[in-house]
């Protein structure tokens, strides 16, 4: 079965530009996140969907973060304008269901954003 | 709210010998999942080990268990006979049933295992 997958895997980008990173799910995982992951810090979730619809973006920076996840499937998290601060990697995760506690969540292996 | 504390930023083992690693939760839901994950240099994030608020008995998958104590609210993992390739970053995660299965990570503890 195959994971989770995130591209690129790495970007460096001046501040003031923009990048976006995609993100293609375990298949038949209705749930897919977001998170950001500051160096030396845990996973911060910043959206969560389920199936296309968003379920969770408390900690989206809605002024500069978007994510998208058309058709239930495919997801693309786009940052324009990028701040120092947003450097960081990029984790998405898929599972199976929502709310369902048990349920396993899946990592991709992170797309590393460096602002400069 | 849910919270994650890992209070241990650091810990060192001697290869071959067993290490525990500290997590306590806090949350008001009753059904709730708790994970460890394993996130070596490369980044990625592997699961680990799972434990259900309702499980009666302590989640063991190979070396690693999960040390559950419920009415302290703390679910610990323990890693037997260390191998240097369990050096890595490890996060302890919860989640609830409620708020759309809502996911929180603890800070994570460094663990070196030494030869």
């Known amino acids: 079965e195959a994971g989770v997958a995130q591209s690129p895997r790495y970007k460096i980008i001046e501040k003031r530009q923009s990048v976006a990173f995609w993100c293609n799910p375990i298949?038949?995982?209705?749930?897919l996140y977001w998170y950001q992951q500051i160096l030396g810090q845990g996973p911060k979730l910043l959206i969560q969907?389920?199936?296309?619809?968003?379920?969770?973006d408390s900690q989206l920076p809605k002024d500069r973060f978007s994510a998208e996840r058309l058709k239930g499937v495919d997801s693309t998290l786009k940052i324009q304008p990028a701040k120092l601060e947003d450097s960081a990697v990029y984790l998405c995760?898929?599972?199976?269901?929502?709310?369902?506690?048990?349920?396993?969540?899946?990592f991709g292996e992170g797309s590393w954003l460096t602002v400069v | 709210a849910q919270k994650i504390t890992q209070t241990q930023p650091g810990m060192f083992v001697q290869e071959k010998e067993a290490v525990t690693l500290d997590c306590t939760y806090d949350t008001s839901d009753p059904s709730y999942g708790l994970f460890w994950y394993k996130q070596p240099s490369s980044g990625e994030m592997i699961f680990l080990i799972y434990?259900?608020?309702?499980?009666?008995q302590n989640a063991t998958e190979g070396r690693y268990s999960l040390n559950f104590q419920k009415a302290r609210k703390s679910a610990n993992l323990v890693i037997s006979a260390s191998q240097l390739g369990d050096s890595a970053m490890y996060f302890c995660?919860?989640?609830?049933?409620?708020?759309?299965?809502?996911?929180?990570f603890g800070d994570g503890t460094t663990l070196t295992v030494k030869p």
């Open positions: 969907f389920q199936n296309n619809g968003v379920v969770d």
């Open positions: 995660a919860m989640r609830v049933n409620t708020n759309a299965g809502k996911s929180t």
């Open positions: 995760a898929s599972s199976p269901t929502q709310g369902a506690s048990g349920n396993t969540i899946y």
């Open positions: 298949s038949g995982h209705a749930t």
């Open positions: 434990q259900g608020s309702y499980d009666q």
